[in-house]
């Protein structure tokens, strides 16, 4: 009994399936080539209605803006949860306007978008000399006094909310190492020598990069502003390739034309009823709405 009842159900199983592909298979077979003939059909009948592909164009341009906002404004609501988090599972002592945070690797940087803090760890002031701790203090003060912090989150959601515009990322980049190297010189010209800047930020290359990304957005590397530093060289020099400029211009294009159709739709909107709309979609249509759009028009 016990082999008898797989067998009699793998025989049904195989006649169920033997009968279907004979009966069952063909009809579903015809059926799903009569629904893509009707919807090609569809479309080609639709794509000949340009009232229609400008519709399209302005919803699909519409959608992308909406989108890249939402997506910025997720982005920087889970930035700024994730930053508030970090900043307080550090053990800190605060003090005015700076935080000392308990921890033993070189720590410094300021956070706060409308209140902004200068945070620095017990390692950075243990592993620096007197004059490369002046110069950290001194950058990450001028990054306090021009609120730099909210001017990085501006950045992101600017970023983040036109992604699919390649020269945004570079342009924001650009800005984000002006506003280090304008630190950076902050500090230098209050000290008279970019040495202990310098030097400090080599002893602080195990910076804590998981606090670091999650308040701000980081600049150029610390190897190029030790360079622009020693040798004066400006390492905020513009680099746009050629393929960057170009995908942004064919994008600002598609936007911009497409985000004007309205106007141009709106000014002919008195004539919606002609003979040319009629024919567009004749075969279906026929004489019932070409007496309509006549009679319109006469009304007209």
Avoid at 253 to 267: D, G, K, V, W
Avoid at 272 to 277: A, V
Wanted: with cysteine; proline share 4%; glycine share 6%.
């Amino acid at each position: 009994m016990s082999v008898l009842l797989p067998l009699l159900m793998g025989g049904l199983l195989l006649t169920g399936g033997a009968w279907w592909l004979n009966n069952g298979l063909p009809g579903l077979i015809a059926l799903t080539h009569q629904a893509i003939i009707l919807c090609r059909s569809l479309f080609v009948r639709c794509m000949g209605d340009i009232h229609l592909i400008k519709l399209i164009l302005i919803w699909s341009s519409a959608l992308l803006i909406a989108a890249g906002v939402l997506y910025a404004a997720i982005t920087a609501l889970i930035g700024i949860a994730k930053a508030r988090s970090a900043i307080k599972r550090l053990p800190q002592k605060k003090s005015g306007a700076v935080s000392l945070i308990l921890d033993p690797n070189p720590i410094a940087f300021t956070h706060g978008l409308l209140r902004p803090r200068i945070y620095i760890s017990t390692g950075m002031i243990n592993g620096l000399e007197r004059e490369e701790l002046k110069a950290v203090f001194l950058h990450e003060l001028h990054h306090k006094q021009s609120f730099d912090p909210l001017r990085y989150f501006a950045l992101k959601f600017f970023r983040d909310a036109f992604f699919y515009v390649p020269a945004v990322k570079c342009v924001v980049n650009r800005i984000k190492v002006k506003r280090e190297n304008e630190a950076d010189d902050a500090a230098m010209k209050t000290i008279g020598t970019p040495l202990p800047l310098a030097s400090a930020l080599l002893k602080a290359t195990a910076f804590n990069t998981a606090v670091c990304h999650s308040v701000s957005i980081s600049g150029a590397s610390v190897g190029e502003r030790v360079e622009r530093l020693i040798t004066g060289k400006d390492n905020a020099a513009s680099r746009r390739p050629i393929k960057t400029v170009a995908a942004s211009a064919a994008v600002a294009a598609f936007l911009l034309l497409t985000l004007s159709i309205p106007l141009e739709a709106s000014s002919n909107a008195k004539q919606d009823c002609t003979e040319s709309r009629c024919a567009t979609h004749v075969d279906r249509l026929g004489d019932s709405c070409r007496t309509h759009c006549k009679t319109m028009e006469h009304k007209h």
